[in-house]
């Protein structure tokens, strides 16, 4: 098993920055491809970014492309996400979520290809 836990959500001024983590515990060695999804108030559920296990190979949703950054720490088994210029429709419960298995680019956008999921950490944006 691999457990996610998900921090540094918070209220921020559009305009702003924050970073969240992505922490994994458990069999961490077991896991490949990470994900970032957000989901608003009445809305589904959505990609926001995935990274692969090297590092390697990253990919984004496009209405975040270019403002957020995904990156891994290897050695402390943990996930990150540089979100910067945030906008009033950036705020969501963002999570994160773990696969056993390499996801291609498209395939990373699908919640159901994930085996583990955190519990979320809340990015509010004030305009």
């Known amino acids: 098993q691999v457990q996610l836990a998900e921090s540094g959500g918070g209220l921020v001024q559009a305009g702003g920055s924050l970073r969240l983590s992505c922490a994994a515990s458990?069999?961490?060695?077991?896991?490949?491809?990470v994900g970032w999804f957000r989901q608003a108030p009445g809305k589904e559920r959505e990609f926001v970014a995935g990274i692969t296990g090297s590092g390697g190979n990253t990919n984004y949703a496009d209405s975040v492309k270019g403002r957020f950054t995904i990156s891994r720490d290897g050695a402390a088994n943990t996930v990150y996400l540089q979100m910067n210029s945030l906008k009033p429709e950036d705020a969501a419960l963002y999570y994160c979520?773990?696969?056993?298995?390499?996801?291609?680019?498209?395939?990373?956008?699908?919640?159901?290809?994930?085996?583990?999921w955190g519990q979320g950490t809340q990015v509010t944006v004030s305009s």
């Open positions: 979520a773990a696969t056993l298995i390499y996801l291609s680019s498209s395939s990373r956008y699908r919640p159901e290809n994930y085996n583990y």
């Open positions: 458990g069999r961490t060695f077991s896991y490949n491809t």
